[in-house]
């Protein structure tokens, strides 16, 4: 009967609102509604529920994955898993303790999961009994004191809200109409219509083949008619492509884009958020001591912020309602920096160039003149050289920790800044605030093989045509081809170049009144023929493009595995013997490897050359291994394994070892690890 009237109401309200349609506002707008979420920076996301009980173990045994996960990762039946949900009391919840956690650690907003995909509702719903008012011994709402507590500080408040639900009979692609129009939407409302300070809502679990663009459309137009100063991140519709976060095109619904454990690898200029865990689970997961520093979420914020994005981090507290020591004294140790530092954080929006060499990433004030240096580590001498930034005339540079002004100087184009000497190593990152503009840096030069743009790495056979271009008109490209840097004094490139053997192509742009570009380094391999390979375990079929001279044919893999260059392994080694036909001097040899966490395919843990003149007494003559970790980033990459030979060999055998099963920490844990590998590159 419950269900019945609250779905009554929502087709209540949809006959009686005449509604707006918000996916069509204007940039303007959007600017407006989106600002302070803009200005805040930094967040705290909370994963707290029910999976807080069985604290990622199972049986006695702990299950591989995040802790939120657990009963689709365990397998758990829906009927035991409430058995959890029925002792479910968190005595010592303190949301005002909570929120001044966050405050003091400089967060401006918390997002909290209202309900994760368990289906497990944290207030008391009346759209349900199964929340924590009425199917637990707490008997309390948890959201309204939480609310209540961040009004009085002046948190912004934020609920994570999961479109898909294990628990739910109708969530199911059957009936999920049923649920969407009956449960869904009428706890949205509920949510929006009792908490009156609610200004995020967070959605997720929309990859589900159930839920539609359209679906999000709809449900993003009609949130913001109840609420229309309200932000939804782009998890409500189908734009975001994996962990990247970033919607696909501007055609997609959804106010920020969301990468997920990890941070862009460029500014854009769409909003987006990195959200990421302290740890390797969301939820509270007992054994799980892999914390990040303070140091590297020091690190984070800059380099979030200095890209115009947006830092949630998250905490997940115990099944009695405190959040982990190791997080509290991480987060007391940030908000220490922050009290120093944060002026350059807040309020701030990215530079056209936002970094400068390794050491430096910039913001700038939206209000003022005002430009941000945050010098990321200690430099060798007593003083730092920055070119993007000019002082404006007669003005002082601070350092902004202490309000002390600091002696610079001019020369050649560039600000010369004598550093205190008492600033200590574990001092950094400390922040200079200069009153100034951004210089014009020349772009950096674009190189191209038959009319195609070059990202890093380019085989060939024979001979290839080179070209360099700017897209600065009047720029000068200075180049080098042996590997050294390139300067002023460096070759003019003023024709296509002919490449005949391998080769590092490095160059620079120069320009009237610009500073020069980032340096641009593309490596060239000339491809040896081989007479025979042999593959000892057989690829994927999905994944074999049955030709194994794929491997040698000069066309390296992308980054996307599905290209038609990639042979795939699902959870066994690759391994292949290259017969050269005679033997041959080699200098070193080259196996390029897949990384894309998103697709479940991990690079090698191990790979070992070996070469031999009879093929059967074979000499190992060079390991590499490599360990992927949490903070590995999501964002798919090729990485090359090299080895050095300096011998002539007529085979050589290439072993690299799958991880077999996806770790802990992944999504996919438990379940079968690929292993992609491409061009083989003999020099």
């Known amino acids: 009967m419950k269900n019945i009237m609250m779905a009554l109401i929502f087709l209540l309200n949809l006959i009686c ?29 909370i994963h707290w529920g029910v999976y807080s009980v069985p604290a990622g173990w199972y049986k006695d045994k702990m299950i591989p994955g995040i802790s939120e996960w657990i009963m689709y990762s365990a397998k758990i039946p829906v009927e035991e898993y409430e058995k959890y949900a029925a002792v479910f009391n968190p005595i010592e919840y303190d949301p005002i303790k909570w929120v001044k956690i966050a405050k003091q650690a400089g967060m401006k907003y918390i997002v909290i999961t209202s309900k994760h995909h368990d289906g497990f509702s944290i207030w008391d719903s009346k759209v349900t009994n199964y929340d924590i008012v009425d199917y637990t011994p707490y008997k309390k709402d948890i959201l309204k004191p939480l609310a209540e507590a961040c009004k009085n500080e002046g948190i912004k408040l934020g609920f994570y809200h999961s479109i898909m639900d294990w628990h739910h009979p109708d969530a199911t692609k059957e009936n999920f109409a049923k649920y969407r129009d009956e449960y869904l939407i009428p706890q ?173 990433k910039y913001t700038k004030s939206k209000n003022s003149d005002y430009i941000y240096a945050y010098i990321l580590k ?26 002390l002004t600091l002696n610079y100087s001019i020369k050649n184009n560039e600000t010369i800044v004598l550093l205190p000497s008492g600033i200590e190593e574990n001092e950094y990152p400390i922040c200079l605030k200069i009153e100034g503009s951004e210089k014009k840096v020349a772009s950096s030069p674009i190189v191209k093989v038959n009319e195609k743009v070059v990202k890093d790495t380019y085989l060939f056979q024979d001979s290839i045509d080179v070209e360099i271009i700017s897209n600065d008109i009047g720029a000068e490209i200075k180049y080098t081809t042996d590997g ?13 170049l002919k490449i005949n053997k391998s080769a590092s192509l490095k160059s620079i742009s120069y320009k009237n009144d610009f500073v020069e570009s980032i340096l641009k380094t593309v490596q060239f391999y000339k491809i040896k023929s081989v007479k025979d390979l042999q593959i000892k375990n057989n690829p994927s079929e999905k994944y074999s493009n049955l030709n194994k001279f794929i491997l040698v044919d000069g066309k390296r893999g992308s980054e996307e595995y599905e290209d038609n260059n990639w042979l795939g392994f699902e959870g066994v080694n690759f391994e292949t013997t290259i017969d050269l036909g005679q033997n041959k001097k080699v200098n070193g040899i080259h196996i390029g490897c897949l990384s894309d966490l998103n697709s479940w395919i991990f690079l090698p843990k191990k790979v070992t050359v070996y070469i031999s003149d ?70």
């Open 17 to 45: 609102l005449k509604a707006q349609d918000f996916t069509n506002e204007t940039k303007q707008e959007t600017d407006l509604r989106m600002e302070w979420w803009n200005d805040a920076k930094f967040g705290m996301f």
């Open 188 to 360: 949205l409302e509920e949510l929006l219509n009792e908490f009156d300070n609610l200004s995020i809502l967070w959605f997720d679990g929309e990859w589900i083949e159930e839920w539609t663009e359209p679906q999000g459309k709809k449900l993003y137009n009609h949130l913001r008619n109840k609420k229309p100063e309200l932000i939804i991140n782009n998890r409500i519709g189908k734009g975001r492509q994996g962990m990247q976060g970033m919607n696909k095109d501007h055609s997609f619904v959804g106010d920020f884009g969301t990468p997920e454990q990890e941070i862009l690898e460029t500014s854009s200029t769409l909003p987006w958020e990195s959200c990421m865990t302290m740890n390797d689970s969301w939820g509270f997961k007992r054994g799980d001591e892999n914390w990040k520093s303070s140091e590297t979420i020091i690190y984070n914020i800059i380099d979030i912020a200095s890209k115009g994005g947006n830092y949630l981090l998250n905490v997940g507290p115990d099944e009695k309602g405190n959040i982990p020591h190791e997080s509290i004294i991480r987060l007391e140790q940030v908000g220490n920096w922050m009290k120093l530092n944060s002026e350059g954080i807040y309020n701030t929006r990215p530079m056209k160039n936002y970094f400068e060499g390794e050491n430096i």
């Open 378 to 403: 200690k430099p060798v001498s007593d003083s730092i050289k920055i070119k993007y930034v000019v002082p404006k005339d007669n003005s002082k540079i601070f350092l902004l920790s202490q309000n």
């Open 484 to 496: 050294t840097l390139p300067n002023q004094n460096s070759k003019l490139y003023s024709s296509k």
């Open 614 to 683: 009879n093929n059967s007494d074979f000499n190992k003559i060079s390991e590499v291994k490599y360990e992927t970790k949490n903070t590995e980033t999501q964002k798919p990459f090729v990485k090359d394994f090299s080895a050095k030979i300096n011998s002539s060999t007529r085979f050589i055998k290439i072993i690299a070892e799958n991880i077999k099963e996806c770790p802990s920490w992944h999504k996919g844990s438990g379940g079968k690890a690929w292993l992609f590998v491409d061009e083989i590159i003999l020099d």
